[in-house]
Nanobody
Framework: QVQLVESGGGSVQAGGSLRLSCAAS????????MAWFRQGPEKEREFVAR????????YYADSVKGRFTISRDNAKNTVYLQMNSLKPEDTAVYYC?????????????????WGQGTQVTVSS
């Protein structure tokens, strides 16, 4: 079992920045690929970013490429999402997720563990 707890959400104006954190406990954090997803109002959960065990093999959704940066600190059992140049359409609940496989996939159904989510609201 892996327990995931997100933090760092909040309300910002367009153009602002936030950094989300996801703290993991339980089984070995470094053995999991980690990802961030988001779910906006009346929308399906969508892939945002993914990072491999060692911090390599990073993938981003086209909608956030160049603005968001995913990173991880295995010593702290934490994955981060630095979000810059935020837009109103980035408003969503952001979730971190853990995947025990190395094959890249963007479908939420392929991920093994989830956090409870943290709200990000971007006003225009």
């Amino acid at each position: 079992q892996v327990q995931l707890v997100e933090s760092g959400g909040g309300s910002v104006q367009a153009g602002g920045s936030l950094r989300l954190s996801c703290a993991a406990s339980g089984r070995t954090f470094s053995s999991y690929v980690m990802a961030w997803f988001r779910q906006g109002p009346e929308k399906e959960r969508e892939f945002v970013a993914r990072i491999g065990w060692s911090g390599a093999r990073i993938y981003y959704a086209d909608s956030v490429k160049g603005r968001f940066t995913i990173s991880r600190d295995n010593a702290k059992n934490t994955v981060y999402l630095q979000m810059n140049s935020l837009k109103p359409e980035d408003t969503a609940v952001y979730y971190c997720a853990a995947d025990s496989t190395v094959v890249f996939h963007s479908s939420p159904s392929q991920y093994d563990y989830w956090g409870q989510g943290t709200q990000v609201t971007v006003s225009s």
